[in-house]
């Protein structure tokens, strides 16, 4: 059995429970007694309340199962604590931690309910450590909540998400699924939501307009290590999330051309053989390698070398599409992977290249060769593969020191493969 008063412990309840609101009820629900802590919580005074039905201080959506407790009083012992919601005076709705005692008389018959309420949002200067902790928690890019188990707001700190409508006064009481903008269950982060009523505890990015956040969902117990909702913490990690693309980006591309470094290069080219092994659609490996950029270097300087580098970059860019990836492997080596591609469409890239550079309106005059596989015509292996187009630059570039730019091309484009 659970907790129960007789009348002289009710007033007791009323005198030392100062900063809890205290409100007695008979079992038709008309209001006996109300405590000053009620009168701040509510906004009623005394005068105003006695006498009047407590379902004054309900919300629709709560009266349904007060109206229940009244029928079946002794509800209120197995319902234990429990966060619920009550209106004030102004007809706002009011988040607060509940606790019901039956009220019984020296022969143990039923008279009311006692009902202690503590509110779960106001931030009262009553409690200076909430204070100062609310004050530093809206000054940092940090959002934290609690929700009901219908799953409703009953508290919000910190600045809110971006576009976010609505004064935060306005927040509390609303839905998960109004204050994110998502309307399925199964969207996330709804349905984090779900699970940490289950007891599931989830954490996983979440992108709101131009920011991300760092969401973190846990169960929300109350004393006896019961779930009665949600508690959710958002940490903005827009900013680190640049940072870490920008030290990826330093780390797998040549800070000269802006080209995928060596490394990244095979990294991809492994993965692209993975990826071709299950779909079974070919690929293409060139290999490109700068004519003469010694003699451009002794002639011109090395910073004349470096623009002859970038061109090269430039010109391999506008002729890749964007699922292809060109490199430069350090010196006047450089190579492009062409997904999904054959044979016809690499030699009409490569073609593509001689003539862009041959083209070019700057001095010096830039060429490359070229050397291309095909798999899996050509080669299974990635090292294979890449030893196959590496010869043929070699090839190639021996030719070239006795064609033009033009005769390369028809070489490039007639030679078996």
Known sequence: MGPTFTRDSLLEALLSNSEEAVVCFRLDGTILHWNPA?????????????????????????????????????LTEA???????????????VPVQLRRFLVRAQDGEIHGILERASSLSSPSARFPVESHLRLLVEQLPVVFWTTDQRLRL??????????????????????????????QAGQTPIKPHLDALLGISSRFEFRRRNRIFDLTLEPFRDGQNAIIGCLGLAIDITERKKSE???????????????ATYREFFDCLEREFLRAARTQRPFALLLLDLDDLKGINDRLGHLAGNRALKRVARVLKENCRASDLA????????AV????????????????????????????????SIGQAVYPQ????????????????????????LQSPSQLVESDLSRPR
């Open 38 to 74: 009620a009168e701040r919580l509510y906004g009623y005074s005394e005068t105003e309340i006695i006498g009047k039905h407590a379902s004054l201080l309900l919300p629709l959506d709560e009266l349904p199962a007060f109206l229940e407790l009244l029928q079946n009083p002794l």
């Open 79 to 93: 319902r234990g604590s429990e966060t619920a919601w009550r209106k004030n005076k102004c007809d706002l709705r």
């Open 154 to 183: 009953t508290s919000h700190w910190g600045p809110g998400f971006p576009h976010q409508r609505g004064a935060q006064s306005t927040i509390i009481g609303r839905r998960v699924h109004d204050y994110f903008r998502r309307s």
């Open 245 to 259: 693309e920008e030290i990826r980006y330093l780390a797998t591309h040549d800070g000269l051309t802006g080209l």
């Open 327 to 334: 490199a430069r492997f350090g010196g006047d080596e450089f």
């Open 337 to 368: 992977l062409l997904i999904d591609s054959s044979a016809a469409m690499a030699e009409q890239v490569a073609a593509r290249v001689l003539v862009c550079l041959r083209q070019q309106p700057h001095p010096p005059s830039l060429s490359v």
């Open 378 to 401: 050509d080669a299974c292996s990635a090292q294979d593969l890449f030893e196959i187009a590496d010869k043929r630059l070699y090839q190639n570039k021996k030719s070239s020191r």
